[in-house]
């Protein structure tokens, strides 16, 4: 690691960011800590009262390879400062006021006010135990601390679903969508906060990522969040094919569930709770599906309001017994919804949600689909040979490489697999989710017409 203190005048700065030599929001940069630009203008006004902004720490990557190959062209990325940076580009850009004026309305000349640089070459590891310490302090939290880390492939999943970055190239999932107001500043569509505020996004999608991997509510707090990311860096990485595609299937149901929900919008607690029942039903069958996300909201909500509200009477002298204690039921899903950290209470508190749900999952929209979806080809063809080698639709000739197996029920609306029969290839295509039996009807009745 090798470091240089030097200073450059605050326009200076603001030409290397609008320039692009200059990358004020890198990958690991934490989002901002609030909204508007109030914080801006109290830097622009500590700048031009001669305080000073502090110091700003970069990171040098001009002879950087590796980071080249990221970052084409970025002579240098901020480590700690890069509010600061934007601030004084946005205030160059006449984008907010400072008492009142604009900087083309004010007589300065951003030459004569200097920033203090702490500039360092190092590697990618060291800018992160570098932020790290510098925040040592000040009020970073563990998450913002995390994913800070810009080459865990785990950070990066996760970054990739919940914002857009030009150096990934990705489009964030549609749970996490943004758009801005009329003031310019920048909204969330589903949640109740300000865009990832706190890494909380990042929280959420880490959350869904350990839980399928783990097959459920398995205890998944920050501190497994951490030694997934260790344990990666040892050759163990969690985020595969199929555990990315269950995390996706999450959050597409998640939006699924808001979309019901508007014009109200996600919070902490709602989603917590939404996020438990998910993967309790995915501890049930790893194949369920959300077949009726109104008749699912409807059944969510009125365990919710039960169990955790403050309208109904039904729980409020209702006890369970956990851990060889007594508690008041609303209280302990209160506190437990959002104890990610703990899999076996939020199990526990799943339960009390199933018990209101109760035993028939399609009275609340969801569907459980057999974990097999078809037989393999000797088992069809040992089903044929039973069938006298007859499609079990037009009873006609039907040999083994013109079959399917047809579900009676189709899969997606949770058919059992034995509950079918091998058929032709053709009626599969033209039956969709038809029975065998209505689909048999159909035929007749077309034959009939003629």
């Given at each position: 690691m090798k470091v240089v203190y030097s200073q450059k005048s605050a326009f200076e700065i603001i030409q290397l960011a609008i320039t692009g030599k200059l990358n004020s929001d890198p990958i690991g940069q934490r989002p901002p800590t609030s909204q508007g630009y109030s914080k801006s203008e109290e830097i622009i006004k500590s700048l031009l009262s001669g305080v000073g902004v502090g110091m700003v720490t970069l990171r040098d990557i001009s002879e950087d390879e590796e980071m080249q190959k990221i970052y084409p062209g970025v002579h240098y990325l901020v480590i700690?400062?890069?509010?600061?940076?934007?601030?004084?580009?946005?205030?160059?850009?006449?984008?907010?006021?400072?008492?009142?004026?604009k900087f083309k309305e004010l007589n300065v000349?951003?030459?004569?006010?200097d920033v203090a640089l702490d500039i360092t070459t190092c590697t990618s590891q060291e800018a992160i135990e570098k932020f790290r310490n510098l925040n040592q302090t000040t009020p970073v939290n563990p998450m913002e601390m995390l994913m800070c880390d810009d080459q865990s492939e785990i950070c990066r999943a996760v970054r990739s679903l919940t914002r857009y970055y030009a150096e990934y190239k990705n489009e964030a999932h549609e749970l996490f969508e943004t758009a801005f107001d009329k003031h310019g500043v920048e909204k969330s569509k589903f949640f109740d906060m300000a865009p990832n505020h706190r890494r909380k996004w990042d929280e959420y999608v880490f959350l869904a990522l350990i839980k399928s991997h783990g097959g459920g509510n398995v205890s998944a707090g920050i501190p497994t969040f951490y030694d997934a990311v260790d344990q990666e860096y040892k050759g163990n990485n969690i985020v595969t094919k199929t555990v990315l595609k269950n995390v996706e299937r999450f959050l597409d149901d998640a939006a699924g569930f808001a979309y019901e929900r508007k014009p109200y919008k996600l919070n902490t607690d709602i989603f917590a709770a939404f996020q438990l029942v998910w993967f309790a039903l995915y501890e049930k069958n790893?194949?369920?599906?959300?077949?009726?996300f109104n008749r699912f909201y409807e059944g969510?909500?009125?365990?919710?309001?039960?169990?955790?509200?403050n309208v109904d009477t039904t729980y409020n002298n209702k006890t369970i017994k956990y851990g060889g204690e007594t508690h008041m039921i609303k209280e302990f899903v209160?506190?437990?919804?959002t104890n990610f950290s703990n899999g076996d209470l939020q199990k526990e508190v799943a339960k009390l949600f199933y018990i209101e749900l109760g035993d028939d999952p399609e009275a609340y929209g969801v569907i459980f689909r057999d974990t097999k979806r078809s037989l393999t080809t000797s088992e069809r063809e040992e089903k044929l040979a039973l069938q006298g080698?007859?499609?079990?639709?037009?009873?006609?000739?039907?040999?083994?490489e013109d079959s399917v197996w047809g579900h009676d029920t189709a899969w997606a609306?949770?058919?059992?697999?034995?509950?079918?029969?091998?058929?032709?290839?053709?009626?599969?295509?033209?039956?969709?989710?038809?029975?065998l039996d209505e689909y048999r009807l159909i035929l007749e009745m077309r034959k009939s017409k003629k």
């Open positions: 700690d400062g890069g509010h600061r940076i934007r601030a004084l580009v946005k205030f160059y850009q006449n984008k907010f006021a400072v008492n009142k004026k000349d951003l030459n004569n006010f790893k194949n369920f599906k959300i077949d009726d969510f909500m009125s365990c919710y309001s039960l169990l955790t509200g209160r506190k437990n919804i080698f007859k499609c079990a639709i037009d009873g006609e000739p039907l040999r083994l609306q949770g058919g059992e697999l034995m509950d079918g029969a091998v058929i032709r290839k053709t009626h599969n295509r033209d039956m969709g989710t038809t029975t």
